[in-house]
């Protein structure tokens, strides 16, 4: 199939612009859009208004030199300039330097340009431009990714630093300094090598130098904590409680920059203080506290890596990009991948902000009248090229008989995305999940109301998904529901683990349940949402 480009020549001379047309007709790949102008004021009106893929230029012309021409189209169109390739009978070397110092692609020089020499040329600035507005776009994308996670960062409670081994000083630190201890970063940073000795107390400023040995010997992934002092802005002292990652490695493998993230346990401290009146009350919550550690813990090495990992492919694919060196086939797999990790970055992101919005009570649903039906078979229909990927089967079997209820359509379809979604992950090739959508008889809807104490009357629709896949074993059941459970328990397939708290929590906001069974490990799992149905009445459907 051929490519359609425009070209504009822009020449005074109808021979040549006669010649470089019957040159652009001999190419088979490409089917030019061929326009013509005699003057540079006309040429640069068809540049503004029609937005040529490239211009060939005649150096010398009636009204304006090809030089002046290419100052004056970088006035008018600045970055969104056509690709220009200047042609003339003079072999001024000079002039080219020139030429090229105000945007001109190439140059080429009239009576030696065969055919053959001004296609090539041609075809590659416009490839080039191509490749250069893909970079462009890819690289404003990663900057609004980058800010984003800034944004992530800022409001993470605590304090979010990387420490500098070689110069001894932070070289970021997040507004949680503000918070915790009353210093902006601005301060910090003016404390340069002196931060420590300014604000540490002397006794843990001691193991300092002991706390940083560890790391020779800490592997890439894995953490270490810390206790320390420090006092604020006031001179009231602050014990806190650290936990710190390698974050950067020199050329020779040993360690540059150090990630931690710092919290404020004064109380916590203070409570140990008082351990022999409330020893046994100590012990609860220092149990409790340590679960909940090793939870963050394993989250934030999680998180760190999940949003890290497409960061390092758009970065590395966009210097292979930049470099120029690649093929066409390499350059489509490049922007795939870069697109692709776009994407995956955007969804971890959005679970994220999805659990923020949870924990603050702001995960709102926008009201409509849904048929339950059509909802489910999009979550089927989004979820079937991931699973024929794996050559999964997914079998449905809905009830054809009106399933209504008042809810918000995204957000279930959202549900049912996030278990299907898993079923797939969990499930080996070759592999089938059922989705089954039903109406509940009156008999079923007698058991269900006694197994709830009788608090849900009236009609309800049942979904269930079930796969073929890992199962779940029998203590991790209760906990599924749970934020970050697959990291403490579940085998590490992708994602934050946050996919089924944000289902319950959907399911809920809509009245209803959802439960999870599995006959043990390797036997598969089971997803079963009830959800109360609406009927619809007139004035409804007046609405």
């Keep these: 199939m051929t ?41 640069l009106a068809q540049c503004q208004k029609l937005h040529p893929d490239s211009v060939l230029l005649d150096f010398r012309l009636p009204d304006l030199d090809g030089l002046e021409f290419l100052e004056e189209l970088s006035h008018q169109a600045g970055d969104q300039a056509p690709p220009v390739i200047m042609l003339t009978g003079q072999g001024d070397e000079a002039i080219a330097v020139r030429a090229m110092k105000l945007g001109a692609q190439d140059y080429l020089i009239k009576g030696r340009t065969s055919a053959s020499d001004l296609l090539f040329t041609l075809n590659n600035v416009i490839e080039n431009a191509q490749l250069r ?59 340069g090598a002196t931060v420590l000795k300014q604000l540490m107390h002397p006794e843990d400023l001691q193991r300092v130098p ?17 206790e320390y002092r420090m006092h604020d802005a006031q001179g009231n002292w602050h014990w806190l409680w650290s936990q710190e990652a390698v974050f950067k490695r020199n050329a020779s493998g040993a360690i540059q920059q150090i990630l931690g993230i710092a919290i404020d346990v004064t109380e916590r401290k203070q409570a140990e203080a008082d351990r022999d009146r409330l020893l046994e009350r100590e012990k609860a919550a220092r149990a409790e506290a340590e679960a909940a550690n090793r939870a963050k813990d394993e989250f934030v090495a999680m998180v760190t890596h999940d949003l890290r990992a497409p960061l390092n492919a758009i970065q590395g694919w966009t210097q292979l990009l930049r470099s120029g060196k690649l093929d066409a086939a390499a350059r ?30 702001r995960l ?54 996030n278990l299907l979604s898993n079923a797939i992950k969990f499930t080996p090739e070759g592999g089938r999940v ?20 009788g608090r849900m009357g009236g009609s309800y629709a049942q979904i269930t998904v079930t796969d073929t896949g890992c199962g779940i074993p029998p203590e991790l059941l209760p906990y599924v529901f749970d934020r970050y459970r697959q990291a403490q328990g579940l085998a590490r397939q992708g994602g934050l683990g946050l996919g089924l708290a944000i289902a319950r929590h959907i399911v809920e906001l809509h009245g209803g349940t959802i439960q999870a069974s599995s006959p043990g490990e390797d036997q598969g799992a089971t997803f079963t949402i009830q959800l109360p149905l609406t009927a619809i009445t007139p004035e409804d459907t007046v609405e």
């Design 332 to 361: 489509i797999q490049a922007l795939e991948t870069i697109e692709r990790s776009t994407r995956n970055q955007a969804r971890l992101i959005e679970d994220l902000l999805d659990i923020s919005r949870m924990i603050q009570g």
């Design 210 to 226: 002991e706390h940083l040995q560890q790391f020779d010997l800490l592997a890439d992934g894995k953490t270490l904590e810390f």
């Design 3 to 43: 490519q359609q480009r425009t070209v504009l020549i822009i020449d005074d001379s109808p021979e040549d612009r006669e010649a470089y047309r019957r040159y652009l007709l001999r190419d088979q790949t490409h089917h030019y859009i061929i326009l013509e102008e005699e003057s540079a004021e006309a040429g």
């Design 434 to 453: 059922d989705v089954r959508l039903a109406k509940l008889g009156n008999r079923e809807l007698e058991v269900r109301s006694r197994e709830t104490d």
């Design 364 to 417: 709102e649903l926008e009201p409509g009248w849904i048929d339950l039906t059509a909802v489910v078979k999009a979550a089927i229909a989004a979820a079937f090229p991931a699973a024929n990927t794996k050559q999964i089967a997914i079998a449905p079997v809905l009830d054809n008989s009106s399933l209504t209820l008042r809810g918000d359509a995204n957000r279930l379809q959202q549900v049912l995305g």
């Design 133 to 191: 507005r893909e970079l462009q776009q890819r690289k404003a994308e990663l900057q609004e990714s980058q800010q984003f996670i800034q944004k992530i960062v800022d409001t993470t409670p605590g304090i979010v630093y990387v420490y500098d081994l070689k110069e001894q000083c932070c070289v970021y630190i997040n507004r949680g300094i503000t918070d915790v201890l009353g210093y902006t970063a601005d301060q910090i940073s003016e404390m």
